[in-house]
């Protein structure tokens, strides 16, 4: 069993990032408003999470690190039609097998909340305790029993990156979610959740971009494009700040990449990309993805229909902003 564990967590928990990433769609499956995430020297010491979500009963807590204890659907292979994002059961068990846990969490029914703490997986404490509707979970010394694993962390500035970088991609993808993001308690990232992708585009990359950035809202009868691409004028030299979505599941897209790029072909400079947020809306049997728990590379069944719409829909945006 903590064999399993163990393995389960090689595969899906390649750095802290990855904790944050696991912890948080938790959290947004749990119905939150609003997630509170404070992390400490790049998560490699100390990965919290707060959030408001519906909260487990003691016995969901202490189910929640047993191999395979999901409460959602178990359907691997309609991912994009799935309401939830985690669906596996996998992601707290493996977390709890190479680090220390505090779980701390209460449902509306219950008078009192649940403090379980965990040391490589197994439960050492519980008690029962006052606690808000939702869920407190510190994730402690990450790869602690795993020495190995813990020598291959990168340097913390990297480690913050990377979680930074996702923590973003959520809260592009939930605008109706208030995310806050601090690292050794300085402010990262704080949206609103006031529901506006814009607003979160500003509260991202900051006003002047936010400013240049122009709405893509464009259908045929199959799907839609939709989202902010920037002007022209405003790039990056990477693909870095492109973000795209499926139904709005994050997934790496080097067609919409490439259609993007194509709707600008002439409009950049070489070696200037972009930025880009954008969610295709289509019907879920039209796509596939590379099955790989952590990386979601999007396979659609109509690639060039996909291509089209997108670069359309983008040519028409960057047309109509005054250049
Ligand atoms: P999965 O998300 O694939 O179901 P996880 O291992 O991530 O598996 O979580 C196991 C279970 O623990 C979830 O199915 C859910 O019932 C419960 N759970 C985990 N985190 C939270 C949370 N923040 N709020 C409420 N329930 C949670
Ligand atoms: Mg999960």
Redesign the pocket.
């Known amino acids: 069993e903590d064999v399993a564990n163990k393995i389960a967590a090689g595969e899906v928990i390649e750095r802290p990032a990855s904790v944050v990433k696991?912890?948080v769609?938790?959290?947004i499956?749990?119905g939150a408003s609003k997630i509170e995430i404070k992390v400490k020297n790049g998560g490699k010491d100390w990965i919290q999470v707060i959030?408001n979500?519906?909260?487990?009963s003691p016995d969901?807590a202490k189910l929640?690190f047993e191999r395979h204890?999901?409460?959602?659907v178990e359907r691997a292979n309609d991912l994009f039609a799935l309401r939830?994002?985690?669906?596996?059961?996998?992601?707290?068990?493996s977390i709890a097998s190479i680090s220390r846990v505090n779980l701390t969490?209460r449902t509306e029914e219950s008078l009192s909340g649940i403090k379980l703490r965990l040391v490589g997986g197994e439960i050492e404490k519980e008690e029962s305790c006052g606690a808000p509707i939702g869920?407190n979970?510190i994730i402690k010394d990450l790869f602690f029993n795993t020495p190995v694993r813990y020598k291959y962390l990168k340097q913390i500035s990297t480690e913050i990156g990377h979680i930074s970088d996702i923590v973003n991609r959520l809260a592009l993808s939930y605008p109706e979610i208030a995310f806050y993001l601090e690292h050794n308690g300085r402010k990262i990232l704080e949206t609103t959740g006031n529901g506006n992708l814009l607003d979160v585009i500003f509260n991202i990359y900051g006003r002047q971009v936010a400013k240049e950035m122009v709405k893509v809202d464009y259908s045929d009868n199959y799907m839609e494009i939709k989202g902010y691409v920037s002007k022209p004028t405003v790039t990056r030299s990477s693909r870095k700040h492109q973000s795209y979505f499926v139904n709005g599941r994050y997934v790496k897209s080097n067609l919409m990449g490439k259609a993007v790029q194509e709707a600008y072909h002439t409009l950049l400079t070489v070696h200037r990309q972009p930025i880009v947020v954008l969610n295709l809306k289509l019907n879920p049997i039209l796509v596939d993805v590379n099955v790989h728990p952590t990386k979601l590379e999007a396979k659609f069944s109509r690639s060039e229909m996909v291509y089209g719409l997108v670069q359309e829909g983008v040519t028409k945006a960057i047309k109509s902003s005054d250049l």
């Not at 204890?69 to 959602?72: I, M, N, P, R």
């Not at 939830?84 to 068990?93: D, S």
């Open positions: 696991e912890l769609e938790n959290s499956d749990a959030d979500g519906e909260g487990m969901d929640s204890a999901t409460s959602k939830t994002l985690g669906f596996r059961g996998e992601a707290l068990p969490t869920t979970i």
